[in-house]
């Protein structure tokens, strides 16, 4: 009930605070929405009060960003029709807009805008499957459950996300960390072509074979090569996994932090185990743990890395024998019940031996939502697979990559719950000279952000081995700066 009330009360806040700060788009935005809507078929531009233009601004992930008004919604049905909007944008240098795929990037202003023109994608969506080449042919907008769904009567998958709810292309053009990824890398690492709108408006079939550097900027630069309309994805074949989330309560922190720190090296020797490692604080009380299981195969583990993780005994158990698509659904709609305000932020920690107390030290410091992944064998894959814009290699130590998540009901907040996880990834870089020192380990190790769990302030391009080729790669095919400065996301 009180919960309830909470969200009654947030909603009359937003509608205020969006009377407030709502300014008018500019004419010439209006007009690249009216010459756009000349370009294309009947009814695929909406405009502010139409039916399709409210539904698309309340679909996204964050509440906040539901808030955001875009001058006009672009909805496109094929790359064609992608390209006739992008070739009158790049024709009015004064107009903002941006692309949205799956809208779960909680950043305002990447996949949302206000005043500007809203490129959704949502009516290219799925996958199809290709059992002569193995290749997957995914579409950039709904969730990872329809592309699961579409490859499933197949026998393969692609390396997606790990939460069936989560939106596909971002993921896919900003990394992409899944169950998978230890024995396949990065979900970027195994795209082979990327059906992309350029910046002058042409449709260029990017080819990992053809074009190798552009294909390693491709994996990792988020939207700054261009607006991509379908990935064509190495498919991997998978059966019964056995795996999903179990609930502990706060006695076990110390012995799930132990397993979590066994994990990490043990990894290595079963690469089809995964974990999400989820520290909860506000929503039990900063105390519980959810851990989300993956195990590749039908059987439940009984040795092997994850062993010492299910001998802790939980307060609830999900996990069970079931399809891949099953899981992520089942994961996905665990997860869907949290209906908030969020924020992301990043932080990677390298794996430091003999400091196991590391994990307790941070969480103490953080009293929010976190959970810590292992893509440290995603390194040697990334490699094998010829490389991403991250720049994850074999030689690399050990990481762990933490994300701090915030979720809260009231815009009041913004600024405070923003400020508190960067705060923490200040304190982090603060302490790191001296966990590194006091273990005996360098002090630069290549510890790379990443780009889907960062705050639109943290410098995550800025963070790459590439920086400075992708940035002159990124010039080069958008000289005129469309991508690079008058999109949303990242920039080089
Ligand atoms: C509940 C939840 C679980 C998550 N789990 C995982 C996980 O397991 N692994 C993981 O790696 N990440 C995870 N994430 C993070 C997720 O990968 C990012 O939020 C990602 O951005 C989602 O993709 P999207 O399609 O919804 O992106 P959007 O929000 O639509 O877009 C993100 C960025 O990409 C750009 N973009 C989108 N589509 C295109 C396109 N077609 N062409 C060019 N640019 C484009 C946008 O302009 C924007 O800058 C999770 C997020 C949530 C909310
Ligand atoms: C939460 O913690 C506070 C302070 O420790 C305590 O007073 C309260 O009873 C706890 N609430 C629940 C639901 O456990
Ligand atoms: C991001 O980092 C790069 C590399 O260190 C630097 O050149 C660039 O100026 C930074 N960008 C911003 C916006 O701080
Ligand atoms: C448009 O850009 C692409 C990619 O940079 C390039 O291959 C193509 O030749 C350009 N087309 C025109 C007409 O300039």
């Known amino acids: ?56 601004t309340q679909r996204y992930w964050s509440l906040a960003l539901r808030e955001l008004r875009p001058a006009c919604i672009v909805s496109p049905q094929d790359t064609e029709q992608v390209a006739a909007a992008v070739r009158v944008l790049a024709n009015r240098a004064d107009v903002p807009f941006t692309v949205k795929s799956g809208g779960h990037d909680p950043n ?56 069936g709810v989560v939106g596909v292309g971002g993921l896919l053009l900003q990394g992409g960390l899944s169950f998978l990824s230890a024995q396949y890398g990065l979900a970027a690492d195994s795209i082979v072509g990327w059906e992309t709108v350029m910046a002058n408006g042409s449709i260029v079939n990017i080819d990992a074979k053809a074009q190798p550097e552009l294909a390693v900027a491709m994996k990792g630069s988020g939207s700054q090569f ?53 520290d909860l604080a506000i929503t039990l009380n900063g105390t519980g743990n959810i851990m989300f299981y ?19 005994p939980p307060l609830l158990d999900l996990t069970k024998t079931q399809s891949y698509a099953q899981l992520l659904k089942a994961n996905g709609d665990l997860s869907s019940l949290s209906v908030a305000r969020t924020s992301f932020r990043t932080f990677t920690i390298p794996y430091i031996p003999t400091n196991p107390g590391l994990y307790a030290e941070i969480s103490a410091k953080w009293r929010d939502i976190s959970s810590a992944r292992s893509p ?43 400020a508190l996880s960067r705060d923490m990834t200040d304190w982090l870089q603060s302490r790191m000279p ?44 958008d000289p005129l700066g469309l991508f690079a400065t008058r999109a949303g996301g990242y920039k080089y």
Request: proline letters at 6%; charged letters at 20%; aromatic letters at 8%.
């Open 1 to 56: 009930m009180a919960l309830r009330n909470a969200l009654l009360l947030a909603a009359a806040a937003l509608c205020q605070r969006h009377l407030l700060v709502h300014a008018a788009p500019s004419e010439s935005t209006v007009q690249a929405c009216h010459a756009i809507a000349d370009q294309l078929p009947e009814g695929r531009v909406a405009y502010p009060l139409q039916l399709p233009y409210i539904a698309e």
């Open 108 to 163: 305002p202003g990447h996949s949302s805008i206000d005043d500007g023109v809203l490129i959704a994608m949502h009516e290219m969506v799925g996958a199809t499957y290709d059992a002569e080449t193995g290749h997957a042919y995914v579409k950039p907008a709904g969730e990872w459950n329809d592309v699961l769904g579409d490859l499933e009567p197949s026998g393969v998958t692609v390396v997606g996300g790990r939460l």
């Open 226 to 278: 261009g607006i991509v309309t379908q990935f064509t994805i190495e498919a991997h074949p998978i059966g019964q996994v056995w795996g999903g989330a179990r609930l502990y309560d706060p006695s076990k922190k110390g012995a799930l932090f132990a397993a979590l720190h066994n994990f990490v090296p043990a990894n290595a020797d079963d690469p089809k185990s995964a974990v999400i490692f989820t």
């Open 294 to 312: 993956f195990s590749e195969g039908p059987d439940k583990p009984t040795s092997g890395p994850l062993k010492e993780f299910l001998d802790i």
């Open 376 to 418: 440290s064998l995603a390194g040697q894959q990334s490699e094998a697979r010829g490389g991403n814009a991250m720049g994850l290699r074999a030689s690399d130590p050990d990481r762990l990559v933490l994300e701090l998540q915030c979720g809260w009901l009231n815009g009041r907040d913004d600024a405070t719950l923003y």
């Open 434 to 477: 001296a966990w590194l020192a006091q273990a005996g380990l360098p002090g630069d190790a290549y510890m790379p952000l990443f780009m889907n769990d960062a705050a639109g302030d943290q410098n995550v391009t800025g963070s790459y081995r590439g920086y400075a080729r992708f940035k002159e790669l990124q010039e080069g095919m």
